[in-house]
């Protein structure tokens, strides 16, 4: 029997994929029909125990799972509040926790007799977990990537290629995550009998956000054991980094009933909210409220007229205008809050961290890792505060090297 | 005909009569409003109105286009740059009105910048301008109610789309929640012209059209030259061409006039 996932398919979304009034499937007709059969198939595989036998052996002997939690003693020490612990999700294969989800939808294509899989791809994370998945299963694979996004993330293109897949480049728009997923859906819509789409994030129309979700869901099943082995219970404060949102849904999911632990989402700051440029969906209400994007109703960055709106992160992977209907719904129910760090206070967390623990966390996670940094002093000596520590920093030293260069 | 007899779903019902009695096909054409500009866009309408267009399906700007090919992709995106507002669109509609067109229009937009126009207030302009009917590329029916009920009360035509992938229960769903007509995809992919048609068009069109009952189809995706429009006269109650008249578009109306010249044309030979 499988210890290492415990696929959670309660508290939403309702049959339609509504959690609460955000999501549903806002898509051309062409694609309704395939994402029912993806619903079905998603199902059934989850209620198959070979499937689920299948995926909890290659996230063992693959990916490397249960990733461990880590004490961040020193970092802990030097704030002198929260005791700090990070959820080691950089040490999964691939170096991020987006392996979890692509391996998750490659087997279910797999399965469904797809040979054809489309991904998009921003920080090129997703992208690389995509095309890993891809080669480890002997999957085709095409990964859309924004212009803007390929200048700036060089060794994830060359990553991808190496693990076969066709990398195609995306020069629509803002070139970037959000133009990537609209030349990936127009992908699908065209080769929809026999192409499977792995998207990356727990956003789109149902069944991915809650796909996505089960698929991460295994980041706070495993925490939420591991953390209450090291400290003897749960945490006082999940914290995590909020883009499309999938890893931090994937934390936040296990610890959904225990009502004592808080739960905060960290989203792109960019530079700073007064700026505009940024990526801060809830947290600046001039520019972020309701409409559908991507075929899901969420908070969305638009200009008065309703146009989707450039966002700006020094973390490609944060950087997209919308985010899962399911974090809409968390926040509305305040079951989870929500904030900002701007691409200055990450890349002073990313860098107190490397010099605190020796890990060098990815740019995206560098802003959960610095909204810890900022909440830990006020917080308790004896209170414990969970960081989703969601990627591992080498992706980033270009863009890191530039920026504090520039500084 | 110099004034309008009719409005919304019956202006509508009275063009696919007019085009039957004169057994052909209605030949729709799509043009986006600011594209190459605002004047241009409107001179092109206008001179098509008189080249024997019988209803015209008008583009609205979004960021964000997904079911659409690079070349209406990348004129929307002119558009938006040329300030193209819904509000622009709506009053585009008034003006065109204005000029003497009496053709049914229909307007065709995602999902968003209409809810952040607010629905009802949109449909209410709309109607107030002149326009027939609404297309949202982007709102299956499933999620459809609250337009259906707005146009409904409106007499706004609410199209909904069926593809070839659209299994039977869908066919149902579709016939049952549109109203004007069904905007029928000729193929999995997004708007373009093709070179070809897919071989199996006849057949999928055969079993919606039991499905549909008196509802007309209107083919749509991948028709754009007259040779096409040709092939597929009659087979549907209409037909739509978009991308070939948008990049026929790019030096000017004439170039748009005479395209949708010749292909009205073509299926007025018998």
Not at chain 1, 258 to 272: F, L, N, S, Y
Not at chain 1, 301 to 314: F, L, P, W
Not at chain 1, 345 to 371: F, N
Not at chain 2, 90 to 109: F, N, S, T
């Amino acid at each position: 029997m499988n210890m290492y996932i415990q696929m959670g398919t309660g508290n939403g979304p309702d049959e339609r994929g509504y959690f609460g009034e955000f999501g549903g499937r806002f898509v051309p007709e062409t694609l309704i029909p395939a994402l029912d059969e993806l619903t079905l198939a998603y199902h059934e595989a989850m209620a198959d125990p070979a499937f689920q036998e299948r995926l909890a052996f290659l996230q063992r002997t693959y990916t490397g799972r249960p990733t461990p939690i880590t004490y961040a003693a020193r970092l802990s020490e030097q704030l002198g509040g929260a005791q700090i612990y990070l959820k080691r999700e950089d040490l999964a294969h691939t170096g991020a926790h987006k392996i979890n989800n692509a391996l998750g939808q490659a087997l279910l294509a797999q399965r469904m007799g797809k040979q054809r899989i489309v991904a998009e791809t921003g920080a090129g994370q997703h992208g690389v977990a995509s095309a890993t998945a891809c080669a480890l299963l002997g999957l085709e694979c095409h990964v859309y990537m924004g212009n803007v996004d390929i200048a700036r993330q060089q060794p994830n293109v060359f990553r991808m290629k190496l693990l076969g897949a066709e990398v195609i480049p995306v020069a629509s728009g803002t070139k970037t995550l959000k133009d990537a997923i609209n030349e990936a859906i127009r992908d699908w819509v065209t080769n929809v009998r026999d192409t499977f789409y792995l998207l990356g994030s727990a956003l789109g129309p149902h069944p991915y956000p809650m796909m996505v979700r089960d698929f991460q869901s295994v980041i706070g099943t495993e925490a939420r054991r591991q953390i209450v082995e090291l400290a003897g219970r749960l945490p006082d404060t999940l914290v995590a980094c909020v883009g499309g949102g999938s890893n931090a849904i994937g934390l936040f999911h296990a610890f959904r009933d225990d009502t004592d632990v808080a739960m905060i989402g960290v989203e792109a700051g960019g530079r700073g909210i007064e700026s505009k440029e940024h990526a801060a969906r809830f947290s600046d209400p001039s520019v972020g409220r309701p409409g559908v994007l991507h075929g899901t109703r969420s908070f969305v960055m638009q200009d008065a007229d309703g146009q989707i709106m450039g966002t700006h992160s020094i973390s490609a992977g944060l950087d997209y205008p919308s985010v899962g209907p399911e974090h809409a719904w968390l926040r509305q129910t305040e079951r989870a809050g929500y904030t900002a760090v701007t691409d200055d206070e990450a890349l002073l967390a990313l860098q107190i961290l490397s010099r605190t623990e020796g890990i060098i966390p990815a740019l995206e996670s560098a802003h959960a890792v610095a909204e810890a940094i900022r909440r830990a002093p006020a917080m308790p000596k004896d209170s414990i505060l969970l960081v989703n520590l969601s990627g591992r920093g080498d992706k980033d030293l270009d863009t890191v090297i530039k920026a504090l260069g520039d500084g | 005909m110099t004034t309008r007899t009719s409005t919304g779903v019956s202006a509508i019902e009275a063009m696919f009569a007019r085009a039957a009695s004169e057994g052909r096909s209605a030949f729709l054409p799509y043009f986006p409003i600011g594209w190459p500009t605002v004047a241009g866009s409107l001179e092109a309408i206008e001179g098509m109105a008189a080249a024997g267009a019988d209803g015209f399906e008008i583009g609205m700007p979004f960021s964000d286009p997904l079911a659409d090919g690079p070349v209406i992709q990348a004129a929307t995106q002119k558009a938006l740059e040329n300030g193209v507002t819904v509000r622009g669109c709506i009053e585009a509609v008034r003006d065109l009105r204005g000029r003497g067109v009496l053709q049914p229009m229909l307007l065709m937009g995602y999902l968003n910048p209409l809810l952040a126009y607010g629905p009802q207030q949109f449909i209410s302009d709309a109607k107030d301008a002149g326009v027939d009917g609404i297309i949202i590329p982007d709102l299956p029916p499933d999620e459809g109610e609250a337009w259906v009920n707005l146009c409904a009360q409106a007499n706004l035509a609410l199209v909904f789309f069926l593809a070839p992938t659209s299994t039977p229960a869908r066919i149902n769903l579709v016939t049952d929640q549109a109203t004007g007509f069904i905007y029928v995809v000729s193929l999995t992919g997004v708007t373009g012209a093709r070179s070809a048609l897919p071989d199996e068009l006849e057949a999928f069109l055969a079993g919606v059209k039991l499905a549909a009952g008196d509802l007309p189809l209107v083919l749509g995706f991948g028709i754009g030259t007259p040779e096409q429009a040709q092939r597929i006269n009659r087979l549907t109650s209409g037909f739509i061409v978009g991308s070939a008249l948008v990049r026929a578009g790019k030096d000017g109306a004439a170039p748009v006039i005479a395209l949708a010249a010749e292909i009205a044309a073509a299926i007025r030979n018998r």
